[in-house]
């Protein structure tokens, strides 16, 4: 095992940082271990976890990067740190624990703001921005996420992420590249959630292929997925092929992004206004919906002798997350297309010929949806698995 450096600002950002100080190395090794046990592919997954580990050790991960771990940690698992030796005995966090979480994350943005207003665009500063927007995210600040992700996104699009990475880097950089904007195009799709938030990034524009499956990222091994659209190909296959739980979360928060347009926002591409026409927009979106389970492999699916196996054991932490995140997305993109509010705000002026079938499907689809939403949260909670998306909290209440 490689000694840690003492020089804890490796990147050189053209001035001396006044900086609240980074704590002791095997600290800052725990604050990595509960990163990856509690926020990794939570549903967002941007750095290789044994790489990042090694580089940790080696010295060489950039403080803005350490800034925002550390900020992650003190806010998100303070009863950890409080009854772990390491933290509790460790006289660097002794009566100051709040007042470091502020610290930290003051630290980082003061990092990142340098990097950007220099026009220094590096991996590491994209990765960190994505750490600061989902704290801001999870915390109630959605505006400000809001203003540092719509950053993220044009500093991604100006570096090419929109597009395959070059093959000269390694396997592990090329998907760190990919799953870095993955992680902008999820928050953009889950933080324009909104009638006065829109989504930055097109469909249309995107050019870099799905995420790959974890055990291909873990061991290194380079491999071609699909897009983002699936081809007609794909979709005809009597058998689908397996694209790994990541690249269906992708998927499915893209049919995601099309609900909250056309119910929220009010977008529509078709001509006709009347869901219950085939041709509408309404029709496409279930369309899709549709079609994305029946594109769903087997061995993904729910059965409830399944479920505990996939929510306990060590490689369960990269499975669970984004697999029942996957499932509150699908059942929640049915509840919403479905909602009560929509025939309120959409169909003001059809309101006396509204089929009475239609709104009693629409009752119908919302109770059997929201169902299952509750069904996933009661069994993860008897499987002991613990949920820390707080955006499973706008699926639960979202029937209402």
Known sequence: MCSRRSDRHPVDLGYVPQLVELPPPEVM?????????????????????????????????APEVQYCMLGMAMR???????????FCENPYFAGRKNELA?????????????????????????????LCVFVDIHTGRPHRAFVTLGIGIRLAEAVGLLAEPSDQLSPITQEEHRRVFWAMYMLDRIAGTGRSLVQSIRDEDVEVQL?????SFAKGIAKKTAPLIPLETEEEAEQPEDLGIVAYLVRILS???RVVDYVIQGKTKQRSTQPWHPGSDFAAI???LLQFESNFPKQHRYTPETLRQRVIGDEARYYAGPWLIMQFIYHSAFCLLHHPVFPTLRLQHLWRKIPGAFL?????????????????????????????????????????
């Open 286 to 288: 279930e369309a899709a």
């Open 360 to 400: 009693q499907r629409s009752s119908d689809m919302r109770l059997v949806h929201s169902r299952w939403i509750i069904r996933f949260l009661r069994d993860a909670d008897a499987c002991g698995y613990e949920v820390m998306s707080p955006f499973t909290g706008y699926c639960v209440c979202l029937p209402c």
């Open 211 to 215: 995420p790959m499956d974890e055990e």
């Open 29 to 61: 090794d725990e604050i990595a271990n509960l990163y990856f046990i509690h926020c990794h592919n939570q549903p967002y997954s941007v750095f290789h976890e044994h790489t990042f580990k090694m580089n940790l050790q080696a010295g060489l991960i």
């Open 76 to 86: 998100y698992f303070p009863l950890l740190i409080l009854f772990n030796l390491r």
């Open 255 to 257: 049919i995601w992004g």
């Open 102 to 130: 502020e610290k930290y994350l003051a630290a980082a943005n003061q990092i990142i703001t340098t990097l950007v207003r220099d026009g220094i665009v590096t991996l590491p500063l994209l990765q960190a921005i994505v």
